[in-house]
């Protein structure tokens, strides 16, 4: 492979400069079995000036209102820039978490604001809670496929991964049931299930409000802990959310919520809601981690949120990406080879897509990259080598124009692939 993107698999190496040594004395155990990311090789040629990226789970911020962000910025700083720049409460500013109990209300979750712990992003929160949960050997369930850096969080503190096989409706429980009897015949310690109930990262696809309750009926029964991850719950193109999983299964549910996708993950802002038997736990180990979230970041949230007109906001971004994903489609469709399909989904940053068997999407996204396209082919979303035939594309950040000249590049080479 003609690549100048990293394609080490030692991971001994530090990810930056694969040509410094590093004494393997010096790494902890999980480190050594840590396995490094393809996702982690993909983004760094996404990076490369010019490149049109699909890879990027990352939203688009050209409509963001950065004159009424930068008032609000200087207002906050004028009135209580010693607040701002100051350390803060553990748990978040009670403003912000005000805000996000009225927000997961939108959900059908009735919490209060004293039960959400504010974090540095959702991923933050899913590794102070992998880090209070999880012991070495733990089995995790997660959709096949799931969010690769999801899975990370729980493989770094050692867990092991089983996908649980989807279909349109999301993971389905009668497989889940399956796959729990059979970790618990080999003696493993089922821990918990690791979903993305919305829009799923990677798949795109909804649980069903059916097999929301009946996937809380199989962890409660099975005394299995739920963490629900959420971050794009109200970017439904048609605005419609549904319920999460979380009421009703309250004492066994970690929810995951963030800002990075409806508003702006540079402010890396998000937030868990545990179980009350959890919070103090979760706390400690926040605090350990970070002492506390950026106050100022979450003061310019929170005065973002004082606005109603986020709400119009949200709405005018719901119609941008309903546009960007059907160009992708259209696209798709003139371009890729016989054979290949795509899900449809009905919100959210992904498209799932599975080309015919015998085209690698590992080894043709180097060549795409070479031609200026890029993706994260399929492999990253799992941890048990498949998805070589499948890859995703993020139809969210790329202008309409990137959309349609790089979804066509992208069918030149597999249709090139195809024809062998
Ligand atoms: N969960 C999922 C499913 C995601 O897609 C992401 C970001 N790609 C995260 C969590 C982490 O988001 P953040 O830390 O920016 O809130």
Redesign the pocket.
Known sequence: MSVSVETSTDAANTPRDVSVPVRQQHLAQRTLAARPSEVRKVFRAAQRPGMISFAN?APYLGALPFDRIAADAQRILLDSGERSFQYGASDGIPELRAHISELMRLEGITAGPDQVIVT???????DVAARVLVNPGDVIFAEAPS?A??MAVFTSYEAEIVHVPMDSDGLIPAELERLIGEARAAGKTAKGLYT?PNF??PGGVNLSAERRLQVGELCRSNDLLIFE?N??GLLGFDGETMPAIQPGFEDITLY?G????MIA?GL???WVLPPASLYGHLLNASETSQLNPSVYSQQLISAYLDDPAWEDKLAEYRAIYREKFTALVETLTKVMPAGTTWNRPTGG?YLWVKVPDGIDTETLVYDCIERGVVYVPGTAFYTDGSGHSELRMSFCLPSLDDIRSGATILGEVFSAAAAG
Do not use: C, E, H
């Open positions: 789970g540095a992003g959702s991923q933050q929160a899913l969010y850096g999801g993305i799923q990262n991850d971050p794009y995951f963030s800002f990075s996708k993950p890396r802002v998000g940053f």
